[in-house]
């Protein structure tokens, strides 16, 4: 298979990103930095794979560090959803008060608005690490250059810049940790980010989490935990591999 090396990036959004969790409703918060899940949708935008092709998903494992956090905004908009006819007589009531306070449409459509609050960053630096075999490194590497689809990063509609920091073989390290680490650790923030996503019952998908603390490195607290690599000026953990 060739030596397993991490073939570096570094993240540019020239505007805003955010990673919402998928189990937001009304309020989408971001994460702090991209989870796996969707840098494998980078990765594979720029191969040119299909939106729910993870044919080669298990080829690479992921990690992130945050260079540059940005500044955190919220968004407002007003999302209008489109509702069948009444069910029953309470709802037919609830409509009814809901068209008085101006939160339904008076025409004979049902259209319920409601507020949609999203979680921003603007303009933050990430520096992520991809641990695969050299030959698929050489090849995400190329793709790069020349992306088969336009390139963003969590929502569709908002790009980035990649720039290619090269190949390095990660090598064991004691910490500070700069980047992702396993676990709940003390002087960072709790994410339990997804990673993979699978068909379930009935057709729904479903996510693989990966809990991780993302060090405050502002906070004077280091972070030293067990099995840590170093590679890219960065010390982190890469996620688990995948389930046999």
Not at 6 to 21: T, V, Y
Not at 102 to 120: C, E, F, P, Y
Request: net charge negative.
């Amino acid at each position: 298979m060739g030596q397993e090396v991490c073939l570096g990036l570094r993240l540019i959004p020239p505007f805003w990103c955010s990673f919402r969790d998928p189990v937001g409703s009304n309020v989408h918060r971001t994460f702090p930095l991209p989870p796996p899940a969707t840098l494998f949708g980078l990765v594979g935008a720029a191969l040119g794979l299909t939106q729910h092709d993870y044919s080669r998903r298990d080829e690479m494992r992921f990690t992130a560090a945050i260079e540059s956090s940005g500044e955190m905004v919220e968004s407002y908009s007003k999302w209008m959803k489109f509702a069948e006819k009444a069910k029953n007589s309470n709802q037919t009531a609830a409509w009814l008060a809901m068209r008085e306070r101006g939160l339904l449409t008076a025409d004979v459509s049902q259209w319920i608005s409601t507020t949609l609050i999203r979680q921003k960053l603007v303009q933050p630096v990430f520096i992520v690490g991809i641990l695969c075999n050299e030959s698929v490194a050489v090849e995400i590497q190329q793709a790069f250059a020349r992306p088969f689809f336009p390139l963003c990063l969590g929502e569709s509609d908002d790009p980035v810049d990649v720039e290619v920091i090269g190949m390095e073989v990660p090598v064991s390290a004691n910490g500070p940790a700069t980047g992702l680490v396993d676990g709940v650790s003390a002087g960072g923030v709790l994410a339990n980010m997804p990673t993979r996503f699978s068909q379930g019952r009935r057709g729904k998908w479903e996510a693989t989490r990966w809990l991780v603390t993302v060090p405050d490195t502002t906070s004077g607290i280091e972070i030293r935990v067990p099995n840590m690599v170093t590679c890219h000026g960065h010390t982190w953990h890469f996620e688990p591999p995948p389930a046999i």
